[in-house]
């Protein structure tokens, strides 16, 4: 008996995680909770906290590598529309941290609102992006947040201002438990064009990226000045496969999964692009995603 116990409704014990990820791979979270509501997330993160169990954050599951022996202690997934409202007043933009980054996309493109058109296609949630500092060639997420509500492993919700926020390449110093809400400032634009460069930037999208795939976005960082898949595929790398795990032709920074893939053929075949990287250009790659 544990006090999660108490949270029955919403508990699901060495429940598989593969299904909740874009990969498909890895194995089962010892406790898997989808709180309801802030309330009673923060009564789960507070029973943790008190019992010393482990507390993890599953989004959009976009950027997660789950090992095959799973994960121990809590899991949580803000799955409840509670934690995905989005709310525009103006030119501001107050978004979930579960909320999907492209269903905010769309609401402000649809509000006459412009900046999030340029982070079209990128997957997982709010809290995600700002945690990861998500952007691409056309800019970041970070450019436009002015305050960010956070829950800390402790249970305790604190609100920090942008003067209070670090962001750089893929990072934030966002390192509280999770992103409860975030407020953003967008400048007002002519909705018709904002949705020819939201149309213009998935269709450049679309035709780089295997975003019908078993996937999980860019495996690797970008080292400065230079890009991470064009190094892999001048490794001539373009196309390994090691059990069920395959780098993209397409784009080599994306790794693909096949029926009967295993978390250890993901990691594998990283440990292998890193490796001849490394030895052909003498740069050691980062990796993006998270493995848990």
């Given at each position: ?23 498909k ?8 909770l989808e ?18 169990i482990?507390?993890r ?21 803000l ?11 103006g030119?501001?933009?107050?978004a979930g ?5 492209s269903?905010?996309i769309?609401?402000?493109v ?7 058109e ?6 997982g949630?709010?809290g ?21 509500t ?5 249970g ?8 209070e ?20 400032e ?16 998935w269709i ?7 975003l ?8 690797f ?8 898949g ?12 090691i059990?069920?795990?395959?780098i ?16 250890s053929?993901?990691q ?15 740069v ?9």
């Amino acid at each position: 008996m544990t006090s999660l116990d108490q949270f029955a409704e919403i508990l699901k014990r060495d429940e598989p995680l593969a299904p909740y990820t874009w990969l498909k791979v890895g194995g089962p979270a010892q406790y898997l909770l989808e709180p309801r509501d802030a309330a009673e997330l923060t009564r789960v993160v507070r029973a943790c906290n008190d019992e010393g169990i482990p507390v993890r954050v599953l989004g959009g599951g976009s950027n997660v590598v789950v090992r095959d022996e799973g994960v121990s202690g809590a899991v949580l997934r803000l799955t409840s529309p509670a934690f995905a409202q989005v709310q525009i007043s103006g030119n501001r933009v107050v978004a979930g941290g579960g909320a999907l980054l492209s269903h905010v996309i769309s609401e402000t493109v649809r509000a006459g609102l412009a900046g999030f058109e340029n982070l079209a296609g990128i997957p997982g949630t709010i809290g995600g992006a700002l945690h990861g500092n998500a952007g691409g060639r056309h800019g970041e997420i970070a450019q436009f947040v002015r305050r960010v509500t956070v829950l800390t492993a402790s249970g305790e919700t604190l609100v920090r201002t942008d003067d209070e926020l670090q962001f750089d390449y893929r990072q934030s110093n966002l390192d509280e438990l999770l992103v409860l809400e975030a407020e953003f400032e967008l400048q007002p634009d002519d909705p018709d064009q904002i949705s020819q460069r939201l149309k213009k930037f998935w269709i450049a999208k679309k035709a780089s990226q295997p975003l019908s795939s078993q996937t999980a976005g860019c495996v690797f960082k970008n080292p400065r000045g230079q890009r991470a898949g064009q190094l892999i595929e001048q490794a001539g790398l373009k196309g390994t496969r090691i059990g069920g795990a395959e780098i993209n032709d397409r784009h080599a920074n994306f790794i693909v999964t096949h029926e009967g893939a295993s978390s250890s053929d993901v990691q594998r075949l990283m440990d292998l692009v890193r490796s001849k990287v490394s030895e052909q250009f003498g740069v050691a790659l980062e990796p993006e995603v998270k493995i848990w």
